[in-house]
């Protein structure tokens, strides 16, 4: 099992930057593929960006080129780097881990972008 914690969320300008965090309770090296997802209200959770234990990236269309994601193997945490912000980005963001064939998912934290 892990359990995993989401900061850095907040409100932000359009064009502005953010960076989530995403700390999990044990060591992440083992843990093959992590990510984020967002949500809007009354739509689904979709895939934000993914990381395999071997850097390996992976990225929604709307995002490329703006968002970065990244692990720290040494911190137990997962990072996105937000940049460029528009209002389409506000969401909830949730960190994901994939283990053991379970999805394990943080609480999630608002972002914001105002126009």
């Known amino acids: 099992q892990v359990q995993l914690v989401e900061s850095g969320g907040g409100l932000v300008q359009l064009g502005g930057s953010l960076r989530l965090s995403c700390a999990a309770s044990?060591?992440?090296?083992?843990?093959?593929?992590m990510g984020w997802y967002r949500q809007t209200s009354g739509k689904q959770r979709e895939l934000v960006a993914g990381?395999?234990?071997?850097?390996?990236?992976n990225y929604a269309d709307p995002v490329k080129g703006r968002f970065t994601i990244s692990r720290d193997n040494a911190k137990n945490t997962v990072y996105l780097q937000m940049n460029s912000l528009n209002p389409e980005d506000t969401a909830v963001y949730y960190c994901?881990?994939?283990?053991?064939?379970?999805?394990?998912w943080g609480q999630g934290t608002q972002v914001t972008v105002s126009s």
């Open positions: 994901n881990a994939r283990l053991s064939f379970l999805n394990y």
């Open positions: 044990r060591s992440i090296v083992s843990i093959s593929n």
């Open positions: 990381i395999t234990s071997d850097g390996s990236t």
